[in-house]
């Protein structure tokens, strides 16, 4: 696609982004305030999803199955895409536990605040990793991205220990997700978009009661499953 075609692309899908979720925020909120639940909330940020995707031509193929208990998912993070793409991917209410400097956000942190999502800070992590224990322990699914920001499709980082200390705690299995075309779809830094596949590898559940063998199964397990850059993975998924 023509330089020029891709950034007027990343304008449009970044304006249909910000007018759906101005238009949505508020039914969306009064709808999980009357019943606050990370059921309702999870099935709103679907639907979202599913628009901000859809108007931008980017396409889901998901391959594995999620677990039907409470899990511990980490995953590489590669672009602003992974997130409404592991929402419309794993069919199991799920929250997020996200720095907290996503509260400098305006809407994304009024819809992460007034919901059960999780805040931490990577300098003071002991009371959102508190909050996010409590989570579990209440039967909730956490979602984190253990490498700490967005690799923006370069190698996969090195993982945090945060997630895998949380599961070990709460007795739970950390499901590896990879992620794979986000970067290619959306260039967040050059401002460029274009349509496209973006792939979500759910893999097995891993279990142990060691935080740093966890974590060291769980990044290899998802470099694994992440083809070369020059590759194009055509393994048998499901289109969303």
Known sequence: MPAVV????????MAWTALFSVLMILPGWAAYLLRPTTRRYW????????????????????????????????ANHQGMVDIPAVLRAIPRPI?????????????????LTHSRNV????DAPEAGLAEAAARLAEGESLFIWPEGTRNYGGPVRRFLPGAFQLAVGAGLPVVPVAIDGSTRVMEEHQMRSRPGLVRVHILPALTGDEPADLSRRARAAIVAALPPPSDRSNGRSRTR
């Open 6 to 13: 891709s950034r007027l692309w990343f304008v449009w899908s």
């Open 43 to 74: 099935r709103w940020m679907r639907a979202w999803s599913r628009l901000v995707m859809g108007t931008a031509g980017h396409r889901l193929a998901v391959t594995g199955e999620a677990p039907d208990g409470p899990a511990v998912y980490v």
């Open 95 to 111: 929250l997020f536990l996200s720095r907290i400097t996503m509260r400098r956000l305006p809407i994304v942190s009024t819809v």
């Open 119 to 122: 805040f931490v800070d990577f």
